[in-house]
């Protein structure tokens, strides 16, 4: 059984900074791609940002050079370092990873639970 659990999520205020983290347990053989989508009120799912195993990102045109993904294949963990933000960056933010399950031939998305981010004054 693998699960993802995201924190970091918080109010903040229009110039701010935070930190999402993204840590996945369990049975993992190998994970892939690692991301962070954002939701808000009203609108759909959207991508923020994607790094590949070997470290190649690209981020969604609204927040490049705003936030920063990395990751730490040692912990099986994704962040997502965000800077200078902005009240339409106010959403529900998921984490995703990309893994192959030890005793699987498949790898599939696994998807954190959501993390509130409000920027407001």
């Known amino acids: 059984q693998v699960q993802l659990v995201e924190s970091g999520g918080d109010l903040v205020q229009p110039g701010g900074s935070l930190r999402l983290s993204c840590a996945a347990s369990?049975?993992?053989?190998?994970?892939?791609?690692m991301g962070w989508y954002r939701q808000a009120p009203g609108k759909q799912r959207d991508l923020v940002a994607r790094?590949?195993?070997?470290?190649?990102?690209n981020y969604a045109n609204s927040v490049k050079d705003r936030f920063t993904i990395s990751r730490d294949n040692a912990k099986n963990t994704v962040y997502l370092q965000m800077n200078s933000l902005k009240s339409e960056d106010t959403a529900v933010y998921y984490c995703?990873?990309?893994?192959?399950?030890?005793?699987?031939?498949?790898?599939?998305?696994?998807w954190g639970q959501g993390t509130q981010v409000t920027v407001s004054s």
């Open positions: 790094i590949t195993f070997i470290g190649i990102t």
């Open positions: 369990g049975s993992i053989f190998r994970i892939n791609d």
């Open positions: 995703y990873q990309n893994i192959r399950a030890s005793g699987s031939t498949l790898s599939r998305d696994y």
